[in-house]
């Protein structure tokens, strides 16, 4: 077997931007079903890089309703960006554990200010029952983890869409969306205005998984040199994923989501992954988190036969 790239396991464990406590066991829960173990055997090294500490909420104020625990969002997300940018430049692959999605402000900040410096064009697969693509102006509820995609995009907060580089960390037109079910009426016109791509659980339904992802393949080919699939594990049906952040029925199944990782591991293109949302607190008995940590194994190329 060929030398495999070193995967470094970045944890952030962070539930600030959900405002509410559970995801910030994620990454120990992800680690307990036996994450690296997993990838060894499917003959990578594999690095921890442990996690990066994050404030408690109880001993924070929210200073401002429409952007909740802005100011220590921001300070780990720059941190976990220098983090990312610094694997991707030693020719490692970043696998980064959440937490709550929040953290892909930080992963994106990293691999976008990485991909602009080596010239790559960045392809971003967003598996989620939501878009994540509010603001500061648009959000219902004011938690930041409905807004990240938004800001890889860089539409939001200067505080946050400047982490990074003050650029836009991913084009539009190199975003892919599946999965979503629950959209709020200002994605839903940010979606139509930047034109992304996005598979509805109508569109999986209708078009099928197999010639779904021969589109989304097909897109990501022709423009796309480091592909990342950010994985909100509440993608996929809460019966199968109960422990996430905001369950929604309707949801992918169990082989469907497989499936999204299989066809795109197979392309080779991948190059960077979020895991979001586990959440163990409303999980049972860590069913979700080993789902997710499968998932994370067919993303990096294990294969039924
Ligand atoms: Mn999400």
Redesign the pocket.
């Known amino acids: 077997m060929a030398t495999k790239q070193t995967i470094h396991i970045l944890g952030l464990p962070i539930s600030l931007g959900a405002g509410k406590r559970g995801m910030d066991t994620g990454p120990s829960a992800l680690r307990i079903a036996g994450l690296r173990g997993r990838l060894e055997a499917l003959g990578y090294h594999v690095h921890d890089e442990g996690d990066i500490l994050i404030t408690s909420q109880e001993i924070q104020n929210v200073e401002n309703e429409r952007m909740r625990y802005l100011p220590e969002i921001k300070r780990v997300s720059a941190l976990l960006a220098e983090r990312v940018d610094v694997v991707l430049t030693n020719g490692g692959f970043p696998l980064m554990l959440g937490g709550d ?1 929040s953290m892909s402000i930080g992963s994106l900040a990293g691999i976008g200010a990485y991909c602009k410096r080596e010239g790559k064009k960045l392809g971003v697969v967003w598996v ?3 878009p ?1 693509m509010n603001t500061s102006e648009t959000s219902p509820s004011g938690n930041i ?2 807004m ?1 995609l938004a800001v890889a995009m860089g539409h939001g907060m200067e505080d946050l869409t400047s982490i990074g580089g003050s650029f836009q960390k991913v084009h539009p037109e190199n975003v892919v969306i599946i999965g979503a079910r629950d959209i709020d009426q200002g994605e839903a016109a940010l979606i139509k205005k930047l034109n992304v791509k996005t598979y509805t659980m109508y569109d999986v339904d209708k078009i099928g998984i197999y010639k779904m992802m021969q589109e989304v393949i097909e897109q990501m080919s022709k423009h796309v040199d480091h592909l990342h699939v950010s994985f ?1 594990v ?1 993608s996929v049906d809460p019966s199968i994923a109960p422990g996430v952040g905001t369950p929604v029925s309707g949801g992918l199944s169990y082989r469907e989501a497989h499936f999204i990782m299989e066809a795109l591991a197979e392309t080779g293109m991948i190059a960077s992954m979020d895991v ?2 586990v959440n163990p607190i409303l999980d049972n008995r860590n069913k979700t988190a080993v789902f997710a940590a499968e998932i994370v194994s067919s993303c990096m190329g294990k294969r039924i036969l």
């Open positions: 999605h989620d029952a939501h994540d983890h409905g990240p909100d509440d979001a949302e």
